[in-house]
């Protein structure tokens, strides 16, 4: 069965808003020395795309969550200033992937309540 054409434009839309706020938390990630900085936005925007797109919402945390390791690749190489040194640490990234799971499936979770009830 393929997808309608408005669906598969939709999930793009979707994909490329995840791609953009994972930069935007591994921007913030690279400016706080405070983790609840970067935790909080990444549950909000998890959250807010699993809400939009419930189907296979992991692909929403996979890339709100490489949004970091990204962020930190492209600090180093254009040698921007950060209040920290820059880690390339694999656990960061399965933290952060673990949290915006959590917001995902949250959204998802929410989306069929409030269908339910409708």
């Not at 997808?3 to 434009?9: L, M, N, Q």
């Not at 935007?24 to 990630?29: A, E, R």
């Amino acid at each position: 069965m393929k997808a309608k054409p408005s669906h598969a434009r939709f999930t793009a839309l979707v994909a490329v808003l995840a791609v953009v706020l994972g930069l935007g938390v591994g921007w913030l990630d690279l400016h706080t020395t405070e983790v609840t900085v970067t935790i909080l936005p990444l549950l909000l925007a998890s959250l807010l795309l699993g809400l939009l797109q419930p189907v296979a919402a992991w692909r929403w945390a996979l890339l709100l969550a490489l949004g970091l390791p990204v962020m930190a690749v492209v600090a180093l190489f254009l040698k921007v200033v950060t209040t920290e040194p820059i880690q390339l640490d694999p656990r960061i990234t399965l933290v952060a992937l673990a949290f915006a799971l959590v917001g995902c499936y949250l959204g998802v979770a929410i989306r069929r309540l409030l269908k339910g009830s409708l």
